[in-house]
């Protein structure tokens, strides 16, 4: 097993040598020691000598992030760019990249270009991403290095869409992307637990070790993880898997700052602070944001239920399907019995879904107990599908339309609905608040994806009506739609009519002979 020696057991080795051995030595390290940059052993320099294509470096403060993301550049890369959330915060950067290469290696350009001009051609420039969409100002231009520093604060959509220029032309080049981060901390940023869910997520079936590499191919903006490298078809297309890993560094992997009394001050820090910035503990007090429809401890509350309930014996309720066929979203087909419970839900790749008939199969293979059945309707998506279930299936199927007008109300408040989704979800809160008159037991199925879906929805208040944001706005800070959610809403949202329906088909299926009676009605 290989254990890192910290400074003052070298020193103490060094001291130990003998003159000669000391000239031996010089030799051996000279070249070393003439690099511009040199990773301090153990994390950073596991990081810098990963294989890995995309590599989530840090966890904690101080653990030699920034450090990392520059110096991997000036060893080994020809075309590079290192991105900040925003312009003003690059200061630190490029003061490291001139303390490493000016003077010695070649000049630093300010202005528009922004840019470290190597005396050997190599390029590194340094810019920020403050609009969602200034990715776009850099998309086009092949790059064999990248980096994201302090990745979290970036929505995802920024970084995946800038990956696809990760790229060389020149033969031998290794390309790679390294996103330095703390924890994610407020609403956003939590779709780094889910791209690197194998090292994040408690939940993940398949949980990885710091430094092991993983692969993965991204389709259709989904990230699908698969056994090894190579290339991968999906719908006829063939996608090359690129390898990931996470590896965690700590303040005290750290020699530069280790006793420099910073860790006393993240030590001060106030909870869930304290337990993401000195421990890099990435699931530590995800905060909501302000305007979150759900709170994530109703969730995980609801979450905590389901463990407890069995649908034996139980009667299905309704069903619902949000549609998706051979685009990027995933069609999602959900259920819901008479205690509330909510069973993990069928999720098939819209890519792999080909027509209205087939889709309504799948809803009918799931449903049981004569369930009422709801599609979404917006747009017009789900008419082929609500067609075909009447029509060759003789199966009553409830068109839901997002965008129609709503005649509700807020149980607290008295305020409006600007529209069906916006009732739906709100209406979902209130059964989810164990404070609420309108609250019902439901039990959630332990996924990640439902609980990140619910946790990314906000809404505004416009006049006097709840207004949710659309699933387009959602969809470019999450990094995918909210398929899994929206067929939640649509369940609790069918589940008193379709109670109410089945109550009126059993007391019509009941037949009472009424034949004596009427006989005697007429004799007398």
């Known amino acids: 097993m290989n254990q890192t020696l910290d400074l003052s057991q070298i020193e103490a080795v060094i001291a130990s040598l003998t003159d000669e051995q000391k000239s031996e030595l010089r030799t051996l390290v000279k070249p070393e020691l003439e690099k511009p940059f040199i990773a301090t052993p153990g994390p950073q320099l596991n990081a810098l000598m990963s294989e890995a294509d995309l590599i989530l470096y840090g966890g904690a403060a101080g653990g030699g992030k920034t450090a990392l993301e520059v110096g991997a550049f000036f060893l080994g890369h020809q075309d590079g760019i290192i991105f900040r959330r925003e312009a003003t915060q690059l200061d630190g950067i490029i003061s490291f990249v001139k303390e490493l290469g000016e003077g010695s290696l070649g000049r630093w350009v300010g202005g528009s270009e922004s840019v470290f001009k190597f005396d050997d051609g190599r390029t590194l420039k340094a810019a920020g991403l403050n609009q969602t969409d200034d990715w776009r100002k850099h998309a086009g231009r092949g790059r064999d290095y990248m980096a994201f520093d302090e990745a979290a604060e970036f929505e995802k959509e920024q970084i995946f869409s800038l990956l696809g220029w990760l790229r060389s032309t020149k033969e031998g080049q290794r390309c790679r992307a390294i996103l330095g981060s703390n924890p994610p901390r407020g609403g956003d940023g939590g779709w780094m637990i889910e791209e690197f869910a194998p090292w994040l997520d408690p939940m993940f079936d398949d949980p990885a070790e710091p430094g092991e590499l993983r692969w993965a191919i991204v389709v259709g903006g989904e990230t699908e993880w698969v056994d090894a490298a190579g290339e991968y078809e999906r719908n006829g297309e063939a996608y090359t898997a690129l390898s990931r890993t996470f590896i965690p560094s700590l303040l005290d992997d750290n020699p530069y700052l ?37 709170p994530s401890r109703w969730i995980e509350e609801a979450q905590e239920r389901w463990h407890n309930r069995s649908i034996v014996g139980r009667e299905m309720v309704a069903i619902s399907a949000d549609i998706a066929m051979g685009g990027a979203d995933n069609l999602v087909i959900g259920s819901i019995f008479d205690d509330y419970t909510i069973p993990e839900m069928t999720i098939i790749k819209g890519i792999d879904v080909t027509s209205p008939s087939e889709i309504a199969k799948h809803i009918v293979r799931n449903r049981r107990d004569s369930a009422d059945v709801s599609v979404d309707y917006t747009g017009g998506w789900g008419s082929g599908v609500k067609s075909h279930l009447e029509q060759d299936q003789g199966i009553d199927c409830f068109g839901i339309v997002y965008s129609k007008k709503s005649l509700a109300s807020a149980i607290n408040g008295g305020l409006g609905f600007i529209n069906i989704r916006a009732q739906m979800y709100w209406q979902l809160r209130e059964a989810l608040d164990p404070e609420s008159k309108t609250h019902v037991p439901i039990a959630l199925p332990p996924s990640a994806r439902l609980k990140a879906e619910l946790a990314a929805i906000r809404y505004k208040i416009t006049g006097d009506k709840i207004q949710i944001e659309s699933k387009d706005e959602v969809k470019k800070r999450l990094g995918r739609s909210t398929d899994e959610s929206d067929v939640l809403a649509m369940l609790l949202h069918r589940f008193g009519q379709a109670q109410r329906n089945k109550v009126t088909a059993h007391r019509g299926s009941v037949k009472v002979n009424l034949g004596h009676a009427s006989r005697k009605k007429r004799r007398r």
């Open 258 to 294: 280790k006793d420099s009394g910073y860790k006393a001050r993240l030590q001060s820090l106030p909870e869930p602070l304290r337990s993401q910035l000195l421990y890099g503990d990435f699931m530590a007090g995800q905060k909501d944001h302000d305007w979150q429809v759900i």
